[in-house]
């Protein structure tokens, strides 16, 4: 009896995880092995994965947690934040990873999107709630309450785009470059939308008669 694709790709798994360190923690890697071996065991325990095999799936988890860890760890700046939405990208990855099709966009790609968006909720849930934070880190406003409002309002009107950069930029503290890396664009649109982004809200704020916190904000963005 002849031996199936589905146990052929098994061995491959399992002698790939045979020769990984049963400790995997957590730690950056920047660097990937990308070469034609390891891309074709990432195909076969992508195929496994998406039927449901445990062991493709820690295959994976072995191969890129420290990437997807380091990745991470650049968004969130916090280790133990990082530690806990590495966990979440490949929990996530259970049931996500159906959806992955291999049209010339590598999985590793594919799973730094994933990275992205689970980083971003992240980021969102914990630190997007007050929005009002643009004007308290540079203690813009105090506690003018008005004045806080008003930004919300102001923050509203700018395109999804704009918005999300102004806010990344602003809230998170992340750097233009960082920036480009979330949302899948080069570095200069993410400069360009970040001033349309601050002149828009300058201007909208001027509208509403806020020429205060259009003053702060402008030094805040400089």
């Not at 045979?18 to 195929?47: C, H, I, M, W, Y």
């Not at 099709?101 to 849930?125: E, K, Q």
């Not at 400069?191 to 806020?210: F, M």
């Amino acid at each position: 009896m002849g031996v199936s694709a589905d146990q052929k790709g098994a061995a491959v798994i399992t002698e790939a995880l045979a020769t990984t360190s049963g400790n995997v923690g957590f730690k950056s890697r920047a660097t990937l092995d990308d070469s034609p071996e390891t891309q074709r065991k990432t195909r076969v325990a992508v195929e496994l994965a998406k039927q449901g095999d445990d062991g493709a799936l820690r295959f994976l988890y072995v191969s890129y947690v420290h990437n997807i860890y380091g990745y991470v760890r650049s968004i969130v700046r916090d280790d133990h934040e990082a530690e806990d939405v590495t966990q979440h990208v490949f929990v996530k990855l259970i049931t996500t990873i159906v959806k992955y099709d291999d049209r010339g966009v590598p999985f590793f790609a594919w799973l730094l999107r994933l990275a992205r968006n689970v980083a971003i909720d992240h980021l969102r849930a914990n630190r997007f709630l007050p929005t009002g934070e643009v004007l308290d880190r540079a203690a813009a406003c105090g506690t003018d309450l008005d004045c806080v409002e008003t930004v919300r309002a102001a923050l509203a009107t700018l395109p999804d785009e704009q918005r999300e950069v102004v806010m990344l930029r602003h809230v998170v503290g992340l750097t233009p470059g960082e920036i480009a890396d979330w949302m899948g664009r080069s570095e200069g649109s993410i400069h360009g939308l970040h001033h349309r982004g601050r002149r828009a809200l300058q201007r909208e704020l001027a509208r509403l008669e806020s020429g205060p916190s259009t003053r702060r904000l402008g030094q805040l963005a400089a």
